[in-house]
């Protein structure tokens, strides 16, 4: 059998063995798939548009083809391509190699371009095989490489401190301050990169071009802007590799403060201190702005009295300072200190107050001791008089000094054994407060101490020598006493302070004692108490003050053996001892509340009796024993009287006691006390008569302080005279007395009450029963009555008041009205003002209590020159003829109010007196006032004439009458009103012209102040000039009338002749004329009248045309 083989893959690539089919299989052939159903897909990323940015010639591609597919879903594999070229020439290792069928190559692939520029283009490519189809299909993707836009952005902050601080002088002096500003520009950036920073820092270029830069600069006080700070401002500029610049701008603030701290205060010295050597005291203080002002040193007590003051000015040097010679010697201290030196020694506060120009203050103080007068010290040691060989002798310091100021101790070793001559065989140690010593040899050494305190060499070092002696084995004996030495006490006697050899001990129970009374006392009073006593220790109770000698013998074998030894005396002594006298106790007490108020214990009392009992050498007040007596007859003897109260055991306790008037309440308190031993003593050899005890006696009196009480009113006025009674509590009170004070309000702060004299201030008839006071000036016042008994005890009472002033009344003008000028000065027959509206009641210390009733005034004007009647004219009220009030001649307004306007007919003067009362009645010394009325003046008035006129042939032989420079004027500053010129013809020429009348008024030309008239008669005219004046002040119409305007006449004569000279002259028109005058054959008379003639008309007229004339007179 024949098979045919048919090769086949599947959709999924894996080939199909058709022998192995076990079913028939039918074979369907269709058209191939081919290249065109291959979909490509093919995306650059990331976009070379926003890639490349110039700081690199190399960028990263990712050619990604996963988006591919074939319409069986079979297994692709792909080949990319991607190049600056087309062709894919200059592809080179960057190009997947040739795919082969079965090969797997990735979907996504990364690959990168080196030198690339902008502007280039690059193309990819990809190639995808289906392995089903075994078919290629390709996409080609072409991107042009783009350039991202070059951006440079600057940035910068500022960092520079908030605040700035200059002291006061630095400030004033206007001196830089260093500030360090640092420049920030890490936020700057540039696309390409930053190549350069150039910095500014207020307007000046800036070295260095770190992101960060840090610059000192310097600061004034005349940099402060209006806004109070100092601008900081800096630039910066970024430049990239190609050029590019962006320039920033920041800016900041520096608030400048001016340095206001406190001073430090504080201050050193030395020490210690003592009297007659001087303190030295020195200034530490410390102030930031070194601007101290004062520094004022002060020195107390430490009870805080006040015993030096040191004031100082730091700029003037100026010292205010004082100290008391009780405490000190002398004083000299400034600002920076000084010495002082004081002569008690004690405790001291010293304290330094200082204070800056701004009143910033501090001060420090502290407490030292001055030690009293240096005095030499005194050295002293202990070491036993005795030893043995190469046993430890203890030697210890006992050195004193009066001020306690040892420094140093100076010690001197044995050097050479006294007996043998030879160098002393010693070892240990001493210094400081001593040591110990220790020596080989029998023999007699010296120990040497010298002491020096701290005024060294002010004081003297002081020096001891003591001797011990190196003994064989002999026992030394000595007594110590312990205990204390008082009769009744216990007192030990003991050997155990006795020298014993170590090679032979003391045989302390062969002690061989005794004691001998050595003042007479009873040997039998020695109480030796054989219960707790042996041959060691001996317990005594001395019942017997005064000197007992004891005496102590010690045994050991080496004594015994040589008893005739040369040191055997070592082994006894002798040693007085003193017993004191038992003293007997200080007994006292104190008493208080024996002088009670009556505000407080009105009825009774408590008095409080307290013990104060001590025992002076150590002993207890264990017993007390308090009598109480009073004496009730006063008779000064308190063995009649009752015991008022007995007391046992009691330190502190009260009893009561009743007033009673006429009784003084004397009491005598006796207190005995009786102590216990405040030492141990053997009981069995005392007894309680051993017990000392002592009495007290005083003798007191329970007296009230005295009561004194008066009542007095809120308010009055200065015109109320006040009645005042006192009530007076007390044991005796005829025997008290009492005073009178005062006080007064400031007038410029009324919370401060001042003392004032009574007299000066108030009348009054005070006494201890009181009496009448009137207040002479208001205001606020403390009214104190102070009474005192018979042995010295006061008490205060007082009472306030307010007193107010009377109304004052005020007389007011109207100044407007006033004439010529001054206050109260007018002319007759013109408007016055007056009123009262200025009066008032209050004073400093407040408003009035009662305002001014002004409906209830009164005053009168009071004619002072005999001025008639009906003078004074009240407008709106009353007025005309005077009113006639007792016999003189007055002008009385009485429940009127003042507030007029008035007028006065005659001259002179006038008083106004006024008066007001207030709502309480309470009336007002009177105010006066003067007025003074002047004359209203007439007129000044004057006129010239031409005494002698002609008739004039051509004017109907008519003569010209001329009156000129008529004048008319007011000196009291009136108007003129009326001016007129009339004549009259003496037609009987007897030379009266009283006998004609007038012919009429004359026209007056006031420009030319002339008046003309003609007449034909020959003969003598009378002309008369009359001026009348308005007033030139406010008058009251409805009082005057028009003969009280003033007016003034003159009187003048002028004779008309028959024939006249002719005059003529003639004008050139010229500025400068000369002019001349030919007269006839006339008398001098004549020829006078044209001299008149001329001056008055031609000189008078060309000279106010401003012409020059030159007048000739001459005859013919």
Same mark, same amino acid.
């Given at each position: 059998?024949?098979?045919?083989?048919?090769?086949?893959?599947?959709?999924?690539?894996?080939?199909?063995?058709?022998?192995?089919?076990?079913?028939?299989?039918?074979?369907?052939?269709?058209?191939?798939?081919?290249?065109?159903?291959?979909?490509?897909?093919?995306?650059?990323?990331?976009?070379?548009?926003?890639?490349?940015?110039?700081?690199?010639?190399?960028?990263?591609? @990712?050619?990604?083809?996963?988006?591919?597919?074939?319409?069986?879903?079979?297994?692709?594999?792909?080949?990319?391509?991607?190049?600056?070229?087309?062709?894919?020439?200059?592809?080179?290792?960057?190009?997947?190699?040739?795919?082969?069928?079965?090969?797997?190559?990735?979907?996504?692939?990364?690959?990168?371009?080196?030198?690339?520029?902008?502007?280039?283009?690059?193309?990819?490519?990809?190639?995808?095989?289906?392995?089903?189809?075994?078919?290629?299909?390709?996409?080609?993707?072409?991107?042009?490489?783009?350039?991202?836009?070059?951006?440079?952005?600057?940035?910068?902050?500022?960092?520079?401190?908030?605040?700035?601080?200059?002291?006061?002088?630095?400030?004033?002096?206007?001196?830089?301050?260093?500030?360090?500003?640092?420049?920030?520009?890490?936020?700057?950036? $540039?696309?390409?990169?930053?190549?350069?920073?150039?910095?500014?820092?207020?307007?000046?270029?800036?070295?260095?071009?770190?992101?960060?830069?840090?610059?000192?600069?310097?600061?004034?006080?005349?940099?402060?802007? &209006?806004?109070?700070?100092?601008?900081?401002?800096?630039?910066?500029?970024?430049?990239?590799?190609?050029?590019?610049?962006?320039?920033?701008?920041?800016?900041?603030?520096?608030?400048?403060?001016?340095?206001?701290?406190?001073?430090?205060?504080?201050?050193?010295?030395?020490?210690?201190?003592?009297?007659?050597? #001087?303190?030295?005291?020195?200034?530490?203080?410390?102030?930031?702005?070194?601007?101290?002002?004062?520094?004022?040193?002060?020195?107390?007590?430490?009870?805080?009295?006040?015993?030096?003051?040191?004031?100082?000015?730091?700029?003037?040097?100026?010292?205010?300072?004082?100290?008391?010679?009780?405490?000190?010697?002398?004083?000299?201290?400034?600002?920076?200190?000084?010495?002082?030196?004081?002569?008690?020694?004690?405790?001291?506060?010293?304290?330094?107050?200082?204070?800056?120009?701004?009143?910033?203050?501090?001060?420090?103080?502290?407490?030292?001791?001055?030690?009293?007068?240096?005095?030499?010290?005194?050295?002293?040691?202990?070491?036993?008089?005795?030893?043995? #060989?190469?046993?430890?002798?203890?030697?210890?310091?006992?050195?004193?000094?009066?001020?306690?100021?040892?420094?140093?101790?100076?010690?001197?070793?044995?050097?050479?054994?006294?007996?043998?001559?030879?160098?002393?065989?010693?070892?240990?140690?001493?210094?400081?407060?001593?040591?110990?010593?220790?020596?080989?040899?029998?023999?007699?050494?010296?120990?040497?101490?010298?002491?020096?305190?701290?005024?060294?060499?002010?004081?003297?070092?002081?020096?001891?020598?003591?001797?011990?002696?190196?003994?064989?084995?002999?026992?030394?004996?000595?007594?110590?006493?312990?205990?204390?030495?008082?009769?009744?006490?216990?007192?030990?006697?003991?050997?155990?302070?006795?020298?014993?050899?170590?090679?032979?001990?003391?045989?302390?129970?062969?002690?061989?004692?005794?004691?001998?009374?050595?003042?007479?006392?009873?040997?039998?009073?020695?109480?030796?108490?054989?219960?707790?006593?042996?041959?060691?220790?001996?317990?005594?109770?001395?019942?017997?003050?005064?000197?007992?000698?004891?005496?102590?013998?010690?045994?050991?074998?080496?004594?015994?053996?040589?008893?005739?030894?040369?040191?055997?005396?070592?082994?006894?002594?002798?040693?007085?001892?003193?017993?004191?006298?038992?003293?007997?106790?200080?007994?006292?007490?104190?008493?208080?509340?024996?002088?009670?108020?009556?505000?407080?214990?009105?009825?009774?009392?408590?008095?409080?009796?307290?013990?104060?009992?001590?025992?002076?050498?150590?002993?207890?007040?264990?017993?007390?024993?308090?009598?109480?007596?009073?004496?009730?007859?006063?008779?000064?003897?308190?063995?009649?009287?009752?015991?008022?109260?007995?007391?046992?055991?009691?330190?502190?306790?009260?009893?009561?006691?009743?007033?009673?008037?006429?009784?003084?309440?004397?009491?005598?308190?006796?207190?005995?006390?009786?102590?216990?031993?405040?030492?141990?003593?053997?009981?069995?050899?005392?007894?309680?008569?051993?017990?000392?005890?002592?009495?007290?006696?005083?003798?007191?009196?329970?007296?009230?302080?005295?009561?004194?009480?008066?009542?007095?009113?809120?308010?009055?006025?200065?015109?109320?005279?006040?009645?005042?009674?006192?009530?007076?509590?007390?044991?005796?009170?005829?025997?008290?007395?009492?005073?009178?004070?005062?006080?007064?309000?400031?007038?410029?702060?009324?919370?401060?009450?001042?003392?004032?004299?009574?007299?000066?201030?108030? =009348?009054?008839?005070?006494?201890?029963?009181?009496?009448?006071?009137?207040?002479?000036?208001?205001?606020?016042?403390?009214?104190?009555? @102070?009474?005192?008994?018979?042995?010295?005890?006061?008490?205060?009472?007082?009472?306030?008041?307010?007193?107010?002033?009377?109304?004052?009344?005020?007389?007011?003008?109207?100044?407007?009205?006033?004439?010529?000028?001054?206050?109260?000065?007018?002319?007759?027959?013109?408007?016055?003002?007056?009123?009262?509206?200025?009066?008032?009641?209050?004073?400093?210390?407040?408003?009035?209590?009662?305002?001014?009733?002004?409906?209830?005034?009164?005053?009168?004007?009071?004619?002072?020159?005999?001025?008639?009647?009906?003078?004074?004219?009240?407008?709106?009220?009353?007025?005309?003829?005077?009113?006639?009030?007792?016999?003189?001649?007055?002008?009385?307004?009485?429940?009127?109010?003042? =507030?007029?306007?008035?007028?006065?007919?005659?001259?002179?003067?006038?008083?106004?007196?006024?008066?007001?009362?207030?709502?309480?009645?309470?009336?007002?010394?009177?105010?006066?006032?003067?007025?003074?009325?002047?004359?209203? @003046? @007439?007129?000044?008035?004057?006129?010239?004439?031409?005494?002698?006129?002609?008739?004039? $042939?051509?004017?109907?032989?008519? &003569?010209?009458?001329?009156?000129?420079?008529?004048?008319?004027?007011?000196? =009291?500053?009136?108007?003129?009103?009326?001016?007129?010129?009339?004549?009259?013809?003496?037609?009987?020429?007897?030379?009266?012209?009283?006998?004609?009348?007038?012919?009429?008024?004359?026209?007056?030309?006031?420009?030319?102040?002339?008046?003309?008239?003609?007449?034909?008669?020959?003969?003598?005219?009378?002309?008369?000039?009359?001026?009348?004046?308005?007033?030139?002040?406010?008058?009251?119409?409805?009082?005057?009338?028009?003969?009280?305007?003033?007016?003034?006449?003159?009187?003048?004569?002028?004779?008309?002749?028959?024939? &006249?000279?002719?005059?003529?002259?003639?004008?050139?028109?010229?500025?400068?004329?000369?002019?001349?005058?030919?007269?006839?054959?006339?008398?001098?008379?004549?020829?006078?009248?044209?001299?008149?003639?001329?001056?008055?008309?031609?000189?008078?007229?060309?000279?106010?045309?401003?012409?020059?004339?030159?007048?000739?007179?001459?005859?013919?």
């Amino acid at each position: 059998m024949n098979f045919i083989s048919i090769g086949f893959y599947s959709t999924y690539g894996g080939a199909i063995d058709i022998a192995e089919a076990t079913d028939s299989i039918t074979l369907i052939v269709e058209e191939p798939f081919s290249a065109d159903d291959i979909y490509t897909d093919l995306v650059v990323t990331p976009d070379p548009n926003a890639l490349y940015d110039g700081t690199s010639d190399t960028i990263d591609i @990712t050619l990604d083809a996963s988006n591919s597919n074939e319409p069986n879903g079979g297994r692709l594999a792909y080949r990319y391509w991607v190049d600056t070229d087309p062709s894919y020439s200059n592809a080179g290792a960057g190009v997947n190699p040739e795919l082969d069928e079965g090969d797997t190559t990735p979907e996504i692939w990364e690959t990168s371009l080196d030198n690339i520029e902008a502007g280039q283009t690059i193309y990819a490519k990809v190639k995808v095989y289906s392995y089903a189809m075994n078919d290629f299909a390709e996409t080609e993707r072409q991107v042009t490489i783009g350039t991202i836009p070059v951006e440079v952005i600057a940035d910068l902050s500022i960092d520079a401190p908030t605040e700035v601080e200059w002291l006061p002088k630095e400030w004033d002096n206007d001196e830089p301050k260093s500030v360090r500003v640092t420049l920030d520009s890490s936020g700057s950036y $540039a696309t390409l990169g930053i190549d350069d920073r150039d910095y500014e820092l207020n307007g000046d270029s800036v070295s260095g071009s770190s992101s960060r830069n840090s610059e000192y600069i310097e600061i004034r006080p005349s940099d402060v802007n &209006a806004f109070g700070t100092i601008p900081i401002w800096s630039t910066v500029t970024i430049e990239d590799e190609n050029g590019n610049t962006d320039t920033a701008t920041a800016s900041t603030m520096i608030r400048p403060t001016i340095s206001n701290t406190p001073p430090d205060v504080f201050f050193t010295n030395d020490d210690p201190h003592y009297t007659t050597l #001087p303190v030295n005291l020195v200034n530490a203080t410390t102030d930031k702005e070194e601007d101290e002002k004062y520094a004022d040193w002060t020195i107390r007590t430490t009870d805080g009295d006040l015993i030096a003051y040191s004031q100082n000015d730091y700029e003037t040097g100026n010292i205010d300072s004082d100290f008391s010679s009780l405490y000190i010697e002398s004083m000299n201290l400034d600002t920076y200190g000084g010495e002082i030196v004081f002569n008690q020694s004690g405790y001291y506060d010293v304290e330094l107050y200082v204070m800056d120009e701004r009143g910033n203050e501090d001060s420090y103080s502290k407490r030292i001791y001055v030690n009293t007068e240096p005095q030499d010290p005194v050295a002293d040691f202990d070491m036993y008089d005795f030893g043995f #060989p190469n046993e430890t002798i203890e030697v210890t310091d006992r050195s004193t000094d009066p001020n306690n100021d040892i420094v140093s101790r100076i010690w001197t070793m044995p050097s050479i054994n006294l007996d043998t001559g030879q160098p002393a065989s010693v070892s240990g140690y001493l210094s400081g407060s001593g040591g110990n010593l220790t020596f080989t040899e029998e023999g007699t050494y010296e120990v040497t101490l010298e002491v020096r305190d701290y005024t060294y060499p002010i004081t003297n070092a002081s020096t001891i020598t003591k001797q011990v002696q190196i003994i064989p084995p002999l026992p030394v004996a000595r007594i110590t006493e312990s205990g204390t030495l008082k009769e009744n006490r216990l007192v030990t006697l003991s050997s155990k302070d006795s020298l014993t050899p170590r090679v032979d001990p003391i045989q302390t129970d062969r002690n061989e004692w005794s004691i001998t009374p050595v003042d007479g006392q009873d040997p039998s009073s020695i109480k030796i108490d054989n219960d707790t006593s042996d041959n060691e220790i001996k317990n005594v109770v001395f019942k017997e003050p005064g000197r007992y000698k004891v005496w102590l013998r010690v045994h050991n074998n080496f004594s015994d053996a040589n008893p005739n030894h040369p040191q055997i005396d070592a082994t006894d002594i002798e040693k007085i001892i003193t017993i004191e006298e038992d003293e007997i106790p200080d007994p006292d007490f104190n008493i208080t509340g024996a002088n009670p108020d009556f505000q407080n214990n009105p009825v009774s009392t408590t008095v409080h009796l307290q013990d104060f009992s001590i025992s002076n050498d150590g002993d207890i007040i264990d017993r007390w024993y308090w009598t109480i007596i009073r004496d009730d007859n006063e008779n000064g003897d308190f063995s009649d009287d009752d015991i008022y109260a007995t007391f046992t055991d009691k330190t502190d306790f009260d009893i009561g006691v009743t007033f009673e008037e006429g009784n003084s309440g004397q009491f005598k308190v006796e207190l005995r006390v009786k102590e216990e031993f405040g030492q141990p003593t053997i009981d069995k050899f005392v007894t309680p008569s051993d017990r000392k005890e002592n009495t007290i006696t005083k003798v007191f009196d329970v007296n009230w302080i005295p009561d004194i009480k008066f009542s007095m009113t809120d308010w009055a006025y200065t015109d109320d005279t006040l009645n005042l009674s006192t009530v007076i509590k007390d044991e005796e009170v005829p025997t008290t007395t009492v005073d009178w004070s005062l006080k007064r309000a400031s007038e410029s702060d009324p919370s401060v009450m001042l003392p004032a004299s009574l007299n000066v201030y108030t =009348d009054n008839m005070l006494d201890k029963n009181g009496g009448a006071i009137r207040f002479k000036e208001s205001g606020f016042y403390e009214l104190t009555a @102070t009474v005192t008994d018979e042995i010295g005890q006061s008490y205060s009472y007082s009472e306030t008041i307010r007193v107010y002033p009377l109304p004052t009344a005020v007389i007011k003008d109207n100044s407007s009205l006033r004439w010529p000028s001054g206050e109260f000065n007018i002319k007759e027959n013109r408007k016055f003002e007056m009123d009262g509206n200025s009066s008032y009641a209050q004073d400093y210390y407040g408003p009035e209590m009662h305002s001014i009733d002004h409906s209830k005034d009164y005053w009168e004007i009071i004619p002072l020159d005999n001025q008639g009647t009906g003078v004074i004219k009240i407008q709106n009220g009353s007025g005309g003829a005077l009113v006639n009030q007792g016999g003189s001649t007055k002008f009385i307004r009485n429940n009127d109010k003042l =507030d007029e306007t008035l007028l006065f007919k005659e001259e002179g003067q006038y008083k106004v007196r006024y008066q007001v009362t207030n709502t309480f009645g309470k009336k007002s010394p009177f105010a006066e006032k003067i007025i003074t009325v002047h004359e209203d @003046t @007439t007129p000044n008035i004057n006129f010239d004439v031409i005494p002698t006129a002609y008739r004039d $042939a051509d004017d109907s032989k008519r &003569a010209e009458l001329i009156t000129y420079n008529i004048q008319a004027s007011s000196d =009291d500053e009136d108007t003129i009103d009326i001016q007129r010129i009339r004549y009259r013809f003496d037609s009987d020429n007897d030379g009266n012209f009283n006998d004609e009348s007038w012919v009429g008024t004359v026209p007056i030309d006031t420009v030319n102040k002339r008046a003309t008239v003609k007449v034909n008669h020959v003969g003598k005219y009378q002309f008369e000039f009359m001026a009348k004046d308005e007033f030139g002040q406010p008058t009251l119409s409805e009082f005057v009338n028009t003969g009280d305007r003033r007016e003034s006449y003159q009187y003048k004569t002028i004779e008309v002749d028959n024939t &006249a000279p002719i005059v003529d002259f003639e004008v050139a028109p010229s500025n400068k004329v000369d002019i001349v005058f030919t007269i006839g054959d006339v008398d001098d008379s004549k020829l006078e009248e044209l001299n008149a003639k001329i001056d008055t008309y031609v000189k008078t007229d060309l000279e106010a045309e401003k012409i020059c004339i030159n007048i000739k007179r001459g005859q013919a």
